[in-house]
């Protein structure tokens, strides 16, 4: 994983071209939500040790935004998807 | 040459001889030597003091573990320190030098250390130098620093270059030994891609000191022969000279390939290393076996090695390591090593054979002394006897070498790099390689195999099984038959009872096997706090050689298995790296990208002095005449941009293009403020804020068309903002039609500031620039001049009369110089940001010195720009917490100092007036500050608490690191035009 | 048994042979006043402080592996104050101040070494910026001066003053900052504080947290069996949401792995802590010789103690950049820590939702610097149950009410403080 990402768009490139943004879980609250859900949102994190998903940036590359599927001790990566894919299709 | 070299053995080429020198002393070796083979050949042995008691130290390897011939090679700024003579590759010119001794290798004060070493025991300085506190640093660790490290470094630029590379293959290859060359044959064979690494200069490993027959030839002919096939094949790729330090995720392995390491002076046409990302399908370690010294009494005299090095010394170099060698070994490679000294006609002293019996033979004429060891030795500054004992019989044996053998760890440090532990064999008495899994593999002696044979046999093996994997079909290799190979069993021997002087485990740092029984006492046995409560392994050579038997030796004292021990940590680097190699290309000047905007050749012409800002250099100010500072320039270019116009280039901005139907309201959910109802040509300032509330970025977006808008950012925040809309657009709202590309780097924008702009910018703009055709805030395309289209916007960081002019980056200058021509009856100057940076603080725009990533629009007096009637906008969540609206917060306002003259600057911390500088006191701080010719003195932006409330209130900017504090009036952020009369001319 | 010249020459004439051990190795009791989780630097220092400063005897360590095998045997070693804001400022130096009396006060010296800690611009806005952190520091009774490239220069000859890419404009130096031998200081916290009776218990890992019908906190089930306690206080940092999950608490904690690296030793050539402004490089050198020294975390989540190569090589080249002698010096070793990257980059000591619990969390790759008062922090909140005067900033609930304590001023997103 830190080595190398196959992205979707662009095959197999070096992590330097990524950047990383974080956790990509949380879901964005509605407009109406109340604070509490804000601060969850925003400051509050699972944290887990071992499958997490997380934003990944092709910064130098097609400029897409992936999640990245993989595990945060061993870090083999399960799957990348386009983070709008993944939007648009309901988070899985 | 020398009494030390035999003649017609080894692999040296005796037309070629290398002069070198060593502590200024002038030597002869040959090509094909290393430093210490050649230094061993002129009857060199002491090449060293250790860390601690500065004892005289030989090598005790002939390779890259090597903790005691540590030398400094090179000179000046080519200095390297604790280069280990065992693997430096010997050249003309070399200049060598030994460390850590004073005044001389041979006469070392420092040894007294040894005098005193009943107190200097494990963790010692835990325990003292505590009283009186003071002298901590005063005394006690100025002392122990400056017995600190080993080498000296020069600390001085490196002249030579280094460079990166990325390698991809279908099989990684580590090793050349019998194991590495059987494997990469056979996947070479096979059409697999494959590279072969190997550390040392010349290719075969263990073979090239190996006396065995292979295939019915020697086996360094047998290693030309398979070379020979391999450079042949189109699909390997043979790296000589390259360490693979690191395994890293996603099977990528660093390697370091010394390109010139081996010449006086490397030619300027190639780097001195290269450093290698490669990325490979599957690898195989070969890297062999490491052969274990014997912990007995006075282990570390120099003389003595492992029969391994003596071996190799012997066999690929043509160095007899002593005239009278006795061995002291627990297994075959002892008798093996006796065999080839007495084949090469060297006397062996005696066999010490710790096994009370064995099926090895000795050869004709040596005595074998059986159930034997060895508890003391002899010898200054070179081996010169040995005291064996026998059943409790002391008996002196001369001798001026020692070759021993404790057995064999195979060298699987690559494989436990990543979190897995090597796994304690019982049957070998050693850590084997961890299954990491079918991609990356363990072969040959480093797999746990001991002989030549099975060694060939396992490369081939593994090699196959990658080739499968891989899909390809195998072609045919045959093993090669060998011819009088010996057996290296052993039967295990941790420690050598009865020393009567010190045993060492850990010869650099001179970790003894007193030191460990005290860990132990003291309830640092676990592996890990021993080593750091000991130091054992934490030498340069990171425990290669004398770990195991650190473990093995710990378990013996705690009474459990190594098993149960473990080891500690394998972490990168294999070996050593350079920083040079690993910093490759990237250093001085060159060491970040440099960004020069698409008007830098303008400004330079027109006298610019540029700043780094960020990777940009931006144009500071422009010098004119007789101007003698900074200041002069700055004051000029501010006062003509007021009364006059000026030219300032602002292609640095941040620049976006939005297109879309729905990039209104995609617009109107990135800023706090509406952007829904901009019309087309209209530019409007924006803010937009990060979802905790605070401020991200600032700038304006102008709706060129119905669905394309142009968006600038600030300089610093370009790219975070670009990645910013990207990442809305794509997670949070991936329905809304709008797409981004950013153009930063496509236009040439500059500023065109003053009265008197209009009066220029309308002699080359075929539109009409009247105000009311072209007010404040009009954003569309005009035509120029000649017919090129531009992008015109009125809008002004000033405060003046003022357009942004954005023309395709290829025209900048030119559009630049016809705008300074045009101004020129009008008195138009060329200013930069500095001037740029004084118009806005007069006028209390803000910029990132105030938008700190802490402030809230409110904070900055934007609080207006919070729509409070829009559903939703990034940051509007949590912007009305508790924290982020409280009375107390921050606030910015304008500073005046009372008296004209003082000079305020930004970073002076703010404090009420007579109460005394504390933890409490502090009222917040100058965020921006300058001379302002307008006013005709210093001012500045602060960010004070409650500001608002506080104007016209003096207050104390308090500048103690500046070693100045005066009073200062809290007035209006805004000094020039409050009423913005001059926007709307 | 103490230490001191006399027991060392003593004990050299015995054969070194008296020398006890440095802490007992005690079966868990079946209930304690006050359970530690976590046997690290901010774990050892709070049952030391505990103990000696709040008079609660009656407290246990559980530490998994063994001690001082997290964090504060695997980081650089330096010590200082040098902050910006208002709720970290007294808190460091209060450390600070603890770290300058450490070895008297633990009878154990961990080599705290006062060389200094610049920290150098490469701009006139990073110069603003230093003198405004100068400033704070000064307010707040800390050592800070701002010096000119000129002063520089004599200092450091060796840096790159010619041919800089960011050229050096001045230097932030605060001369009480320094390093410390950490694994000392773990060492040091452990005897110390089994000399007042805490039962330190490796090689236990706690499995569970045990709650009664209310929600309070009982006790931990562990791999040697239950152990009640009347306070449970975390301090497991790098494994704080993981901890802290066991209690069904989620934190604003994300987990990420820093590296940093030593040379070969070579004798002294570098005597104080240097900040390199241009990026985010750091070095020191030890008191063995190595040059110890860091830059950027790996920047995704991370359990694993280890890092990828392309920050191996953005440190190198910083090094470089900013030092061009290191280039043919050697690089020995390069480890990982795992850290709790915080949502504004500064740690938590507080209180939880959870009755009985208490948390110490969050630090960043800060964490060494603040072991001393860290400790003496979250063993007076433990004991009185109210934050330390200079820890009430650091609050659990800061982000909630808007009060973060944002040092780099990059909101909410950990893995760039």
Redesign the interface.
Known sequence: ????ITCPHCGRR???EF?????AVPE??T???S???????????????GT?R????H?AGC???LVVERD????EVYAVT???DL??GGAA | MTSSRIANVGLIDRSRIVKFSFDGRAYKGFEGDTLASALLANDVTLMGRSFKYHRPRGPVTAGPSEPNALVTIGKDARTEPNTRATVAELYSGLVARSQNAWPSLKYDIGSINGLFSPMLGAGFYYKTFMWPAAFWEKLYEPVIRRAAGLGKAVLAADPDRYEKSWAHCDLLVIGSGPSGLMAALTAGRAGLRVILAEQDFRLGGSLLSETAMIGGVSAPDFVAATVAELADMPNVTIMPRTTVFGWYDDMVFGAVEKVQKHVAVPSADKPVERLWRIAARRAILAAGAEERPLVFGGNDRPGIMTADATRTYLNRYGVATGRKVAIFTNGGSGYRTAADLSARGVNIAAIIDSRAASADFAPYGVRVICSGSIVDTKGGHRLSGIMTNRFGYDEMIDCDALAMSGGWSPVVHLMCQRGAKPVWSEEAQAFLAPDVGPLFIAAGSAAGHATVSECLRDGAVKAHAAVEALGRLVGHVNTPEVEGEYDPSFAPLWYVPGARAKAFVDFQNDVHVDDLALATREGFGHVEHAKRYTTSGMATDQGKLGNVNAVALLAGMRGVSPAQVGTTTYRPFYTPVSFGALAGTARAEQSRPIRTSPLHGWAKKNGATFLESGLWYRSAYFVQGEEKNWRESVDREVLNVRQNAGLCDVSTLGKIEIFGGDAAEFLNRVYSNAFLKLPVGKARYGLMLREDGMVFDDGTTSRLFENHYVMTTTTAYAAEVMAHLEFASQTFWPDLDVRFVSTSDQWAQMALAGPKSRTILQKIVEDDLSDASFPFLAAREVQLKGGLTARLFRISFSGELAYELAVPAGYGEAVADAIMEAGGGEGICAYGVEALDVLRIEKGHVTHSELDGRTTADDVGLGKMMSTSKPDFIGKGLSSRYGLTAADRLQMVGLKPVELDKPLKAGAALLREGVEPSMTAGQGFVSSACFSPHIGQWIGLAMLKSGRERIGEKILVWDAVRSTEFLAEVCAPVFVDPDNLNLHV | MRYSALSILRQALSGNRGWKPAWREPEPKPHYDVVIVGGGGHGLSTAYYLAKEFGIKNIAVLEKGYIGSGNVGRNTTIVRSNYLLEGNIPFYEFSLKLWEGLEADLNYNAMVSQRGVMMLAHSDGQRDAFARRGNAMRMHGVDAELLDREDLQKMMPYLNYDHARFPIKAGLLQKRGGTARHDAVAWGYARGADSHGVDIIQHCEVTAIRRDEKGRVTGVETSKGFIGCNKLALATAGHSSETARMADLRLPIETHVLQAFVSEGIKPVIDNVIVYGGGHFYISQSDKGGLVFGADIDYYSSYAQRGNLAIVESTMEEGVSLIPGLSRLRVLRSWGGVMDMSMDGSPIIDRTPIENLYLNAGWCYGGFKATPASGFCFAHLIAKNEPHHVARALRLDRFERGYAVDEAGKGPQPNIH
């Not at chain 1, 994983?1 to 190398?4: E, V």
């Not at chain 1, 950047?19 to 956790?23: A, E, L, N």
């Open positions: 994983m830190a080595s190398l070096p992590k330097e950047s990383i943004r974080g956790d964005r609250p407009p109406v939500a604070e509490e859900a804000w601060h969850a949102y925003v400051y509050l994190r699972e944290n887990p040790r997490i997380e934003y990944w940036h910064a400029r897409r935004w945060n001790v061993t870090h386009d983070a709008r939007a648009k």
